[in-house]
């Protein structure tokens, strides 16, 4: 990939914008029994609705999501990603997607009603510019849900507090109540095809020993993962 023109106020992501071919598995690997699915429909979902993807990468879900919106707009800050992401939805009606930040949402005021964002906001605190964008673009009775780690049980959340020390995730946890965002916890798995496809995906998701030590401790090709959708109506 070439380099990439990025917009304003973009946070580095190490993983998809260095690996995205890996990243690419890393999609479609998790979830897929469809825990998370259910939780966001539980809470309202999408149905007939215009939807906010933030920080949609290469687009993997922005087809899932055209499947019952109404129209899915999807906001990506790595030029290169947001051209992957076109090329994926060019045949898919009422999908467009926009080069711009979290911070500053290239979208009207009160237009969407559903906003979709996986570690688009991660762990929470530094995220008050991305969120107050938020209450412009949502539409009153809309919604917003925003999933991230929850590093406090299961077998990569282990790894993840391994990896990363300096996060607390009760800091991060205080932050969205603080925020008037409601937790729901949902356990998952990353299920891969191959040996081979996870050991990929967990090298780019932690550091270098981290990974080494998570590997040599771990058989088979599914990883228990916990998430946390924080969710907020507008």
């Known amino acids: 990939m ?9 946070i580095p992501s190490p993983n998809i914008w260095h690996h995205a ?47 019952s919106a109404r129209s899915v707009v999807g906001v990506e800050p790595h030029s290169g990603l947001a051209a992957v992401a076109r090329r994926r939805t060019r045949r898919l009606p009422g999908v467009t997607v926009l080069h711009g930040s979290a911070t500053d949402l290239p979208l009207d005021g009160a237009s969407v009603d559903v906003v979709h964002a996986r570690w688009a906001y991660f762990l929470g605190p530094g995220c008050e510019p991305g969120l107050r964008e938020l209450d412009r673009v949502v539409r009153p009775g809309g919604r917003a849900f925003v999933i991230d780690n929850d590093a ?22 205080e932050f969205w109540h603080a925020q ?54 507008f």
């Open 21 to 67: 071919d890996v990243y690419e598995v890393e999609n479609r690997a998790f979830d897929r029994a469809g825990a998370l699915l259910a939780t966001m429909r539980r809470l309202g979902g999408w149905a007939g609705r215009d939807v906010l993807d933030v920080g949609c990468g290469t687009g993997f879900h922005l087809p899932l999501l055209a499947g």
């Open 2 to 10: 070439t380099e990439p023109d990025l917009a304003p106020g973009a």
């Open 152 to 173: 406090t049980r299961s077998t990569f959340g282990a790894w993840f507090r391994r990896g990363y020390p300096m996060v607390d995730p009760r800091e991060v946890e």
């Open 180 to 233: 008037g965002w409601s937790r729901h916890p949902v356990r998952t798995a990353w299920t891969f095809d191959s040996r081979e496809d996870l050991e990929a995906v967990v090298r780019i998701e932690l550091p270098p020993e981290v990974a080494q030590q998570a590997l040599a401790g771990h058989r088979g090709t599914s990883v228990d993962y916990a998430v946390n959708v924080w969710s907020r109506g």
